[in-house]
């Protein structure tokens, strides 16, 4: 009985562990990449994304990936056009963020950045990330105000 039961758990850990690995975060290739309702180029565009956006993907079908982006949105897109580039997105609402010079907020202000902006995520450190703008600007992000890491 005791044997069971430690197979038993050992299976369930086994499964909560797969159903997780396969949501992978990617990032868009190129600018005007579409989003489509279906696995396939007869389906109808849901949306349009730009160069560096953040999508998580929740499964495949065959050269097509169903993802899902930072607002809840979900749809499918075609894989080549996808990258293991690391992005993060600004997901808070309601103003500006602050993008501080360390990953506390003790450090200097050193720009801001609103709702929607995408970074090229460099390195995480506790509750920070550590973010680069297309502009040049480096600098660190509270966690909690992105979605993508």
Known sequence: MRRNILILMLIATFFS???VSWAKMVSIKSDRVRIRSGPGTGYSVLYEVFAGYPLKVLR???KWARVVDFEGDIGWTYRP????????????????INIRSGPGTRYKVKGQ???GVVFRLLEKKGGWAKVRHDNGLTGWIHRKLLWGD
């Open 17 to 19: 562990f797969t159903g």
């Open 81 to 96: 056009l996808l990258s293991n580039a690391r992005t993060v997105i600004v997901s808070q609402r309601g103003g500006n």
């Open 60 to 62: 495949q079908k065959g």
């Open 113 to 115: 950045a609103e709702y």
